[in-house]
């Protein structure tokens, strides 16, 4: 492993432990020339996939980039590390067993949409006034009556009402 702060390519691994819900290993490191730290995580991959853009364009698919994106709009929410990583995780499952190698990027934002409406309705408008490119308030008047609607018919985003 290359270290991040002098790009010296012999790296010693000095604690090695499954992280919480055992789907990664978390490797704590020092690179001998610098004394850098730095932490790593090693987790299963089932394929490799590549993510098909709106353009047409065709990039790797990149967990990271997931999960920067989900926690831009979880930004100052409540939310606990934990739930944010199982949540990231169960997507990354899905796309991996979908038994397709090319996802549509749209794919990819339903699936972060449809687990951020569960997790945190404003996570959930933040993200979707990002990806469905709202131009002006109503688009989230519309959001804001999905939520309320789906409120009053059922606990799916897991709220209780205020009165």
Same mark, same amino acid.
């Given at each position: ?13 000095? #604690? ?7 789907? $990664?290993? %978390?490797? /704590?490191?020092?690179? *001998?020339?610098?004394?850098? &730290? ?25 967990? #990271? ?7 831009? $709009?979880? %930004?100052? /929410?409540?939310?606990? *590390?934990?739930?944010?990583? &199982? ?38 408008? /933040? ?7 709202? &131009? ?28």
């Amino acid at each position: 492993m290359r270290c991040p702060y002098c790009a010296c390519e012999e790296t010693q691994v000095k #604690d090695s432990r499954p992280t919480e819900e055992n789907t $990664a290993i %978390r490797r /704590r490191r020092v690179c *001998p020339d610098c004394g850098g &730290r730095f932490t790593t995580f090693e987790r299963v991959q089932l394929r490799e996939l590549i993510v098909v853009k709106r353009s047409g364009r065709k990039v790797p698919f990149d967990r #990271d980039k997931l999960s920067k994106s989900v926690a831009v $709009a979880l %930004r100052k /929410r409540p939310i606990e *590390p934990e739930r944010v990583d &199982r949540m990231v995780s169960g997507i990354v499952r899905r796309l991996e067993s979908s038994g397709e190698a090319e996802i549509p990027s749209a794919t990819i934002g339903a699936y972060v949409m449809e687990g951020l409406r569960g997790l945190d309705p404003v996570a959930y408008v /933040r993200f979707a006034s990002v990806y469905r490119d709202f &131009r002006e308030a109503a688009d989230f008047q519309e959001v804001l009556g999905e939520i309320a609607r789906d409120d009053e018919t059922g606990p799916a985003l897991g709220i209780a009402k205020k009165h």
